[in-house]
């Protein structure tokens, strides 16, 4: 049986090269003075293995083997929250990681991006001659740890092995080893990092340091192929070809590298080879579960971004250890050797992925929409339209769109400023409406098409991303500016505007105020906060006056804080005059970790880290208890935030919900996220709001829509009349009667909406975030998460102005005790709708209503939660998903998806 789990250790050399080393015939031989894992670490890797790796031995046995062997250098690629050094290893042959040898590859590879500036000769010949680049990440889920130990005895092959087999791979091959990215998670047992957040949906945003790192080491060594190692549950084991739908900007190139690996995968797995049948455990499957669509993930973004092979490899976690880390290594091993065998071509077509990505630019066209799944369709294909420029506008959030322009530099995207304003012709302006002959003003960013990085410029900053096939396992949009809520237009039209390469961040200073003078800025982006917070965090008065712009002393302004500004782009005008308007306190938040709350992942983390490490707020952590027992944890608090949750009371007695009445009513602010902090606030007196029921076939699957802003509650404050905002399935509120409806959807012409929707219209005239005034105090609810994932910068703006919310009038506690509003206690008594998705969503499978009986039946054998609903010839099944797992750590989604498609049963649609 063991000789059947071990991959063959022979391969095909990619081409007769200059004369090599000699080699051994002998698979199994090594190099003595490169200790093997079983030397190092007292125990084998893959079979034989007992226990997972530490993160010390990890670190340990990367450095041991880097100093033992001349085919290996090491660095860190980044520091973790906790300050753990995430290390990387690179292998190949000695001649080519010298420092000489290795710059002179990633420069060759990088230059291969620019067809502008790469004669095809010399493309051929980097092909020929010069190795590719594989990289072997594991552990971005912390819990998911047998990746990183294959990785380590990938690394022992490469950097040890005397084989011909392994001399052809480190010829053709320069294999960058990422053990883990997520230490905090790996010595925790927890998917996320130290702040909560899910790495494997962080890749476009870079909130987080392990991912900033890791980019910044791909753009450095570009990756033709990337391996992002995974665990799931069950015992099988999944590599592509993936699930649809994959994101039309991925090129035919990697997408064709992918399935053959697949292939190579499929001859080197060993165990019990492909599951079908009887054959349940220790096999394979492909075309199941994961997609190619979200560009957040390991494989999307290596893919659209960097036009590799970007993979996820999932090993179920309830094999034994040495099965996990072997059959991993089967697989990197498999996947290594195909790309050597093969690197000649890889080259050669990844530089035909930049050719073709410059020439469709220039046209001004999209990719098509494709399907893998053979029993698959394209329902959704891309609309006919052309797109050579986008233009991000600078008349609001303007701190904002310099982000979004230093996000895409980034990723090696050329971004110009315009100089002098142009005429557009024929411009489209984000959130569905087109426009004659609109003038760009000077001041704009001008993003042409015409560059490489086309791909991803459009799988960035697309309306709408064009899902070719209704399965989701995470969110349809993440459209950049929609995300920011900035200006944005694009056009077809062929323009030459007069513009200057950004070349650096702006912001900071424009010119040095006198003394006594002082420096404003706009209060109208997510940034211009932050910077607030940071002054305020330094001592610094800021004012705010009632045209929404701060000031502050030019004696305020250090070296630190400027650079904060500039980091942040926000511009600082200087003035001759002292500043003026009200002050802006320094707020003391409290953050409610009470019933309900999970502290390890969500909007709590996401909490911590906005508010914590991003706006150097020192949070309380408030409990429910403080609150019941109105101890001064909860009382001494100014703000107190209730993030997203499973409960709808927060777990508040009668005496704890007064208690909360009149701490607001004293003057303080509630603010409550999505369903546990709309709800907590409802059971409480605290708003008139009350929840829409949702139909059966009620789809909102990480969508934005166009929404309506009241701009005379401070919440709204810097924010346009129309706004965009980001639902993930949120509870829908009918609108309060008793305070202000900050934001809410249209009821006429302009509601609109892009990613995938279902019934959609019950949106239409709610209210998405709400200002209730309770005596001197207010709630502020809003209905979705404006920290999703750290990335919606307009919902963080306004989760901002609800901190800073000007303090009102203090009132007696006595006073403060007065009657619940009717209209408020009718919300109060009204039911709680069951949470069934958590902070997710719940899992809803729809079928055709002939399929009904039979789906039951296969469901049944999973769960007997489902709630079944019938509807114009269409049924829906929804299971509960209380804990809020996506699909990718479900425990059995996967496998009920892979039981419904083998009983021969049509899926309309399935959402995890």
């Not at 665990?231 to 739908?245: H, I, L, Q």
């Not at 802006?584 to 970790?593: E, S, T």
């Not at 019934?759 to 609810?781: I, N, Q, W």
Request: aromatic letters at 8%; a negative charge; hydrophobic letters at 40%.
């Amino acid at each position: 049986m063991l000789a059947g789990t071990l991959p063959m250790l022979n391969g095909v050399p990619a081409s007769a090269n200059p004369p090599r080393p000699a080699c051994d015939p002998n698979p199994q031989a090594h190099l003595a003075d490169v200790p093997s894992p079983e030397a190092f670490l007292g125990f084998p890797l893959g079979v034989g293995q007992q226990r997972v790796v530490t993160n010390d031995e990890i670190r340990r046995y990367v450095a041991a083997v880097d100093n033992a062997s001349d085919r290996v250098v090491t660095g860190t690629m980044a520091t973790s929250v906790t300050g753990q050094p995430l290390p990387y290893a690179i292998v190949s042959d000695s001649s080519h990681v010298t420092k000489a040898g290795l710059a002179e590859i990633a420069e060759n590879i990088r230059d291969l991006r620019d067809p502008r500036t790469m004669a095809p000769s010399k493309a051929a010949r980097i092909a020929h001659d010069g190795p590719a680049i594989v990289y072997i990440a594991g552990n971005v889920h912390g819990g998911e740890t047998s990746g990183a130990d294959a990785s380590l005895k990938s690394l022992y092959e490469l950097a040890a092995g005397l084989s011909c087999d392994v001399r052809d791979r480190n010829d053709n091959l320069v294999t960058v080893i990422i053990p883990t990215q997520n230490p905090d998670g790996r010595a925790a047992s927890r998917r996320q990092n130290e702040y909560g957040f899910d790495l494997n949906r962080d890749w476009f945003a870079r909130t987080q340091p392990e991912t900033d790192g890791k980019i910044d080491l791909l753009r450095k060594y570009p990756p033709q192929v990337f391996i992002d190692a995974h665990e799931m549950g069950s015992r099988r084991y999944f590599f592509p070809p993936n699930a649809d739908p994959i994101h039309h900007e991925i090129a035919s190139e990697p997408v064709d590298w992918i399935n053959r690996i697949g292939e190579a995968n499929k001859a080197g797995f060993g165990y019990n080879g492909a599951c079908a049948g009887a054959v349940t455990t220790e096999c394979y499957f492909n075309y199941d579960t994961y997609d190619l669509f979200y560009m957040g993930y390991g494989d999307t973004v290596p893919a659209a971004g960097f036009g590799a092979a970007g993979m996820t490899y999932e090993k179920g976690s309830a094999s034994a250890v040495q099965d996990r880390v072997q059959q991993q290594f089967n697989t990197q091993w498999s996947t290594i050797g195909w790309t050597s065998a093969n690197k000649r071509e890889v080259l050669n077509g990844w530089f035909k992925v930049w050719t073709d990505a410059l020439a469709e630019g220039k046209a001004g066209t999209l990719s098509p929409n494709e399907v893998v799944q053979p029993d698959n369709t394209v329902q959704f294909p891309v609309p006919d339209v052309n797109i050579k420029s986008y233009f991000l506008l600078p008349d609001r959030q303007q701190a904002d769109v310099r982000r979004l322009v230093e996000r895409l530099r980034g990723m090696d995207v050329e971004v110009y400023e315009v100089k002098e304003p142009i005429t557009v012709p024929k411009a489209h302006v984000f959130g569905g409406r087109d426009a004659d002959n609109l003038t760009v003003p000077k001041g704009a960013y001008w993003i042409p098409m015409a560059q490489p990085q086309k791909h991803w410029i459009q799988a960035t900053l697309g309306e709408d991303p064009y899902v070719p096939f209704p399965y989701f396992y995470d969110v349809s949009s993440w459209s950049n500016p929609l995300l920011m809520g900035i200006d944005t237009i694009y056009t077809g039209d062929e323009l030459k505007p007069k513009v200057q390469r950004v070349a650096r961040p702006a912001g900071g200073k424009a010119a040095t105020a006198p003394e006594g003078g002082s420096y404003q800025f706009r209060l109208d982006s997510a940034g211009a906060a932050e910077l607030t917070f940071a002054l305020l965090g330094a001592g610094v008065a800021v004012s705010r006056d009632s045209a929404n712009v701060a000031t502050f002393p030019e004696a305020g302004l250090t070296g630190a804080l400027n650079d904060r500004a500039l980091g942040l782009g926000v511009t600082l005008s200087a003035s001759r005059k002292a500043p003026v308007g009200a002050a802006v306190n320094l707020p003391d938040v409290g953050l409610f970790r009470g019933t309900g709350i999970s502290t390890t992942s969500g909007s709590y983390g996401e909490a911590r880290y906005v508010l914590g490490a991003r706006w150097g707020l020192d949070l309380k952590p408030v409990t429910t208890a403080d609150i019941n027992d109105n101890t001064a944890a909860f009382t001494g608090r100014t703000v107190v935030l209730v993030p997203d949750g499973s409960s709808a009371t927060g777990g508040l007695t009668a005496a704890g919900q007064q208690n909360l009445r009149n701490w607001v009513a004293a003057g303080n602010t509630y603010i409550g996220l999505r369903n546990e902090g709309t709800r907590v606030a409802r059971a409480a007196g605290l708003t008139s709001t009350t929840e829409k029921p949702q139909t059966p076939d009620y789809t909102v699957i990480g969508s934005h829509f166009r929404v309506d802003v009241d701009g005379s509650s401070p919440v709204g404050a810097g924010r346009p009349a129309e706004d965009f905002e980001f639902n993930n399935e949120d509870p829908i509120l009918n609108p309060s009667t008793t305070g202000t409806n900050v934001v809410t959807y249209p009821t006429d012409d302009t509601f609109w909406h892009n990613g995938f929707t279902v019934d959609e219209h019950l949106l239409a005239g709610t209210a998405a975030v709400v200002d209730e005034p309770t005596g001197a105090g207010r709630a502020v609810l809003f209905a979705f998460n404006p920290l999703f994932r750290a990335y919606n910068e307009s919902g963080i703006q306004m989760l901002a102005n609800s901190v800073l919310y000007p303090a009102g009038q203090s009132v007696a506690r006595r006073s403060a005790s007065a009657t619940v509003d009717p209209a408020r206690a009718a919300a109060a008594a009204a039911p709680t709708p069951e949470n069934l998705g958590g902070e997710w969503r719940p899992i809803t499978i729809k079928v055709a209503s002939a399929d009904l009986a039979r789906a039951e039946s296969v469901v049944d054998g999973y769960t007997d939660t489902a709630r079944v609903s019938q509807a114009d010839g269409s049924a829906w099944l929804v299971i509960p998903n209380p804990e809020g797992l996506q699909a990718d750590e479900h425990p059995y989604l996967r496998d009920l998806v892979s039981d419904l498609r083998a009983a021969g049963i049509s899926l309309k649609s399935v959402v995890g």
